[in-house]
Every structure is written in structure tokens, then in C-alpha cells.
């Protein structure tokens, strides 16, 4: 079945970095485009990057522009976040998903599969 496992959380000062990654498997990775989500405590679970299967061209929210990375590997099934500078608004669960899509939705119906999430916690 279908198994995709964040990791890469913690907590960090306003102003630090993280890495998040996304390992996927059960899929034929290279099909899928991905993205990355998150949720903050009383709120909706929002889009924050995401990267196309059919051309590998990433796209953020604009909260993120500049400062979040998106990337994958699909050798090894893998995608990342790299995030820097982080703020405190940036505090939520993160979520990793998958599309059988040629390009990654923004919308949470767009995807197929999710992950667990994993916690961000910046402190200001």
C-alpha cells in the first residue's frame, strides 16, 4: 500500500532553518506530483509548495516565496522542504501528499495520499 512518512520536525528560533523530508512508497514515485501542506492549531490545512511530475517545476504559496525550497528525488522516492528563514507564523503540522496529477493541486481534494504530518514549531 501506499506509505508517505514525514520527518525533519522540531523546534527552531524565528530566523533558523529546517529540512523536511518525504519518503514515499507503494507508488510508482515518479508519477505523482507532490506537495506539501500544513495546519496550524484552529485552522484549515492550507497548500505551501508543491512540485509537477511532468516537468518538475515547483510552485508556493506566497507566504513562502523566497524562503522554502521544494525538491524531489525521484531515484529515491524522496521530496524535501527546505525551509529559511523560518517565522513564527510558519508553527503547524506539516503534511506531505501525493496526485496522480500532472501538475500539483493546491487544494486538499487534489490529492491521493497523505502523510502523518510532522511538527513545526518556531519560536519567536
Known amino acids: 500500500q501506499v506509505q508517505l512518512v514525514e520527518s525533519g520536525g522540531g523546534l527552531v528560533q524565528a530566523g533558523g532553518s529546517l529540512r523536511l523530508s518525504c519518503a514515499a512508497s507503494g507508488l510508482t514515485f515518479s508519477a505523482y506530483s507532490m506537495g506539501w501542506f500544513r495546519q496550524a492549531p484552529g485552522k484549515e490545512r492550507e497548500f505551501v509548495a508543491g512540485i509537477n511530475w511532468l516537468n518538475g517545476r515547483p510552485h508556493y504559496t506566497d507566504s513562502v516565496k523566497g524562503r522554502f525550497i521544494v525538491s524531489r528525488d525521484n531515484a529515491e522516492n524522496m521530496m524535501y522542504l527546505q525551509m529559511n528563514p523560518l517565522k513564527f507564523e510558519d508553527t503547524a503540522v506539516y503534511y506531505c501528499?501525493?496526485?496522480?496529477?500532472?501538475?500539483?493541486?493546491?487544494?486538499?481534494?487534489?490529492?491521493?495520499?497523505w502523510g502523518q504530518g510532522t511538527q513545526v514549531t518556531v519560536s519567536s
Open positions: 501528499a501525493c496526485a496522480a496529477a500532472p501538475t500539483a493541486p493546491v487544494y486538499v481534494i487534489g490529492y491521493n495520499y
